[in-house]
């Protein structure tokens, strides 16, 4: 199979299913750290109608430790290896080089990498497996990232820090037409940033990239339905995160990073119905 998004004709968002094989994810830590709890985790996001798997071993909430190289390759590998045989479009959510490297050897098509390709490795590793990638901004480290949190103007510095690593990844050889940008929604960013980030999705998708959106039931939406001090727990997050997908759609994302894919998939549908044009509904 081609290393390739996989964009629908159709032009609805494609709906990424999390996965992260991992003790301490922020909202679902430990429900899937086995490798077969993994897989079924991954053949009902499937059946739910999720586009892509993204397969994660490291966690990156705010405060998060960082994991060693074997130990996540340990986790996410058999998981990625056994996903592709079975034809899963995976993406591989990994900092690490040598994590990437071998996601992409057993047979991964995206790689996902919140620092955006901070370590040049990655670029060269993308280009050599001739990958699809998804270069994220992240203000600072997972483990400081929240306490760092400052911009001068937060939308023009993202975007600038997106155009330029997607410059870099084109002249180290990666394929233009397989790079989507996404504006790290929650990474080392308070809630008025995240909130002027997701209203900017038109100018991020201004830079000629498709965008990717992740929002699910982050901390910014338990802080708007209780407050900053009592926010509404991860588990009750589920309708406040399909308002703001819904919004993403309609303001042109083009991936949708989701742990609830029914939900997400049924609300797509809506919004495709909705607001496409006839010919793309017919298509
Ligand atoms: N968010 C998370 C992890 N990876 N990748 C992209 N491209 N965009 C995101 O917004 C994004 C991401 C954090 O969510 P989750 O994987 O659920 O949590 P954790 O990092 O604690 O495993």
């Keep these: 199979m081609s290393r390739s998004w996989g964009f629908d004709l159709r032009k609805r968002p494609l709906i990424m299913g999390v996965l992260n094989v991992t003790p301490d994810s922020f909202s679902d830590g430990g429900q899937f750290f086995s490798v077969s709890e993994a897989l079924a985790r991954a053949d009902q996001m499937r059946a739910e109608g999720a586009d892509i798997i993204d397969v994660g071993g490291e ?6 430790e960082p994991v060693l190289e074997d130990e996540e390759l340990r986790r996410v590998i058999p998981v990625v290896g056994d996903l592709a045989r079975r034809g ?58 929240q306490a760092e949190a400052e911009y001068a103007d937060v939308v023009s510095e993202v975007r600038d820090y997106l155009r330029q690593q997607a410059e870099e990844a084109i002249a180290a050889g990666v394929p ?20 002027d980030l997701l209203k900017a999705i038109p100018q991020m998708k201004a830079l000629g990239f ?28 589920l309708h406040g995160t399909l308002a703001v997908q819904v919004l993403a759609q309609a303001w042109g994302a083009d991936v949708l990073r989701v742990h609830d894919v029914r939900a997400a998939t049924d609300a797509r549908a809506m919004v495709h119905a909705l607001i496409a044009s006839e010919d793309r509904i017919e298509a």
């Design 176 to 195: 233009q037409e397989e790079i989507v940008l996404d504006p790290g929604i929650g990474f080392g960013k308070t809630l008025g940033h995240n909130i």
């Design 59 to 64: 966690s990156t909430r705010p405060g998060a």
């Design 210 to 237: 498709p965008v990717l959106i992740g929002v699910s039931r982050k901390s910014f939406i338990g802080r708007l339905l209780g407050s900053s001090a009592d926010p509404r727990p991860v588990e009750e997050r």
């Design 88 to 145: 899963f479009r995976v993406s591989i959510d990994t900092m690490k080089p040598a994590v990437a490297s071998a996601a992409l050897a057993a047979g991964a098509q995206i790689v996902n990498d919140v620092s955006g390709f901070r370590n040049p490795e990655m670029s060269a590793i993308a280009a050599r497996h001739q990958a699809a990638t998804c270069l994220m901004h992240m203000q600072g480290k997972p483990r400081t990232m």
